[in-house]
């Protein structure tokens, strides 16, 4: 609800860039609400349920991973609200451009691009050597080769004078970093899976005729 109000504003402030930014950060959250109740709908949580606690240290690092995430993401949108995608094709309205210019964002963003991605190869290196569960190993392998493919698409991007279906595909792999960050964390603890869930093996009942 929060969001809409936001968009609302958006748009009465003829898109003012540090609104719009904050409408893709509130944006995101929803997706990593959305992932968490996913979650929350395939495993039992409540009184009785089991919580056995993963290594402290990763679930610690998992943690510490929204930080760089979260400073990505916002330097992200810095570079959006500089860019020239403001409206600039004849008959819309061009809107107010945040003072920076396109070059030193884009290098600030990269540079935590650089950061986010280290930090997930060292973790991948860790995990990978030690006996955590496979679904946790597989996790981090995924977080690392999304942000790759991430910064691949954000480089070109950049070289190409941002094609507006490019910064589309930047704006999924945001997404499915914000899903992949969310679910490592979850999974730090396991739990039982909820009953019910499994497909019921097949009744054979013979037909009875009168
Ligand atoms: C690897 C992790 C990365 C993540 C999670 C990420 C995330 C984001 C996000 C959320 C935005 C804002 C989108 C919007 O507000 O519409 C953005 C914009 C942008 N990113 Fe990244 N980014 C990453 C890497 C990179 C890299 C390595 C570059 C290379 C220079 C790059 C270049 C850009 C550019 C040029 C924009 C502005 C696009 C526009 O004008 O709309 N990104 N990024």
Same mark, same amino acid.
């Given at each position: 609800?929060?969001? /809409?109000?936001?968009?609302?504003?958006?748009?009465?402030?003829?898109?003012?860039?540090?609104? &719009?930014? =904050?409408?893709? &950060?509130?944006?995101?959250?929803?997706? &990593?609400?959305?992932?968490?109740?996913?979650?929350?709908?395939?495993?039992?949580?409540?009184?009785?349920?089991? /919580?056995?606690?993963?290594? !402290?240290?990763?679930?610690?690092?998992? @943690?510490?991973?929204?930080?760089?995430?979260?400073?990505?993401?916002? #330097?992200?949108?810095?570079?959006?609200?500089?860019?020239?995608?403001?409206?600039?094709?004849?008959? *819309? =309205?061009?809107?107010? @451009?945040?003072?920076?210019?396109?070059?030193?964002?884009?290098?600030?963003?990269?540079?935590? /691009?650089?950061?986010?991605?280290?930090?997930? #190869?060292? =973790?991948?290196?860790?995990?990978?050597?030690?006996? /955590?569960?496979?679904?946790?190993?597989?996790?981090? @392998?995924?977080?690392?080769?999304?942000?790759?493919? *991430?910064?691949?698409?954000?480089?070109?991007?950049?070289?190409?004078?941002? !094609?507006?279906?490019?910064?589309? =595909?930047?704006?999924?792999?945001?997404?499915?970093?914000?899903?992949? &960050?969310? *679910?490592?964390?979850?999974? *730090?603890?396991?739990?039982?899976?909820?009953?019910?869930? @499994?497909?019921?093996?097949?009744?054979?009942?013979?037909?009875?005729?009168?």
């Amino acid at each position: 609800m929060g969001d /809409a109000v936001l968009g609302a504003f958006v748009v009465y402030s003829r898109l003012n860039p540090y609104l &719009v930014s =904050l409408h893709m &950060v509130l944006s995101l959250s929803m997706v &990593v609400l959305a992932a968490t109740l996913y979650h929350h709908s395939k495993y039992l949580y409540g009184p009785g349920a089991r /919580a056995d606690r993963r290594d !402290p240290w990763f679930s610690l690092l998992a @943690r510490l991973l929204w930080i760089p995430f979260v400073v990505l993401v916002v #330097t992200g949108t810095a570079t959006t609200g500089s860019g020239p995608h403001a409206g600039n094709t004849s008959g *819309q =309205l061009v809107a107010r @451009r945040l003072p920076f210019a396109l070059s030193s964002a884009a290098w600030v963003h990269s540079v935590m /691009a650089v950061l986010f991605i280290g930090l997930v #190869t060292g =973790l991948l290196a860790a995990i990978w050597r030690s006996d /955590a569960p496979t679904p946790l190993k597989l996790g981090v @392998r995924r977080l690392v080769l999304i942000s790759l493919v *991430q910064a691949a698409i954000g480089l070109t991007q950049y070289l190409t004078h941002l !094609p507006a279906w490019l910064v589309e =595909l930047h704006i999924a792999g945001a997404t499915s970093l914000a899903i992949g &960050v969310t *679910q490592f964390n979850l999974r *730090q603890v396991a739990r039982d899976r909820e009953p019910g869930t @499994r497909r019921a093996p097949a009744v054979t009942t013979p037909l009875v005729t009168a």
